[in-house]
Nanobody, 115 residues
Framework: QVQLVESGGGSVQPGGRRRLACVGS????????LAWYRQAPGKERESVAH???????NYEDFAKGRFTISRDNSKSTMYLEMNDLKPEDTAVYYC?????????WGKGTLVTISS
């Protein structure tokens, strides 16, 4: 069964940091393109960052300089390190994995930025 499971969500104070993890199973993790998305309350889902099977990364403007996407293929895990968090970063964060014959999403993990 192709599956992604996110973890690491929770409540963080403004200016704080948080690391999210996404564990994949049921597919060849090392050959997949991986990505993080987020959906804030009342807004559409948006891209955050993605990382290719070769480790090449790309970030949306709001994430540049604050967020870091990485992957550990030996653990079938992708990470999103988030720093200098702002209230507008409050959202459900989803991971996504895509390959030649699959495209799977996790169920999301909620990150709330609040003092």
């Amino acid at each position: 069964q192709v599956q992604l499971v996110e973890s690491g969500g929770g409540s963080v104070q403004p200016g704080g940091r948080r690391r999210l993890a996404c564990v994949g199973s049921g597919f060849t993790f090392s050959w997949s393109v991986l990505a993080w998305y987020r959906q804030a309350p009342g807004k559409e889902r948006e891209s955050v960052a993605h990382i290719g099977h070769d480790g090449a990364t790309n970030y949306e403007d709001f994430a540049k300089g604050r967020f870091t996407i990485s992957r550990d293929n030996s653990k079938s895990t992708m990470y999103l390190e988030m720093n200098d968090l702002k209230p507008e970063d409050t959202a459900v964060y989803y991971c996504r994995a895509a390959g030649l014959d699959f495209d799977v999403w996790g169920k999301g993990t909620l990150v709330t930025i609040s003092s």
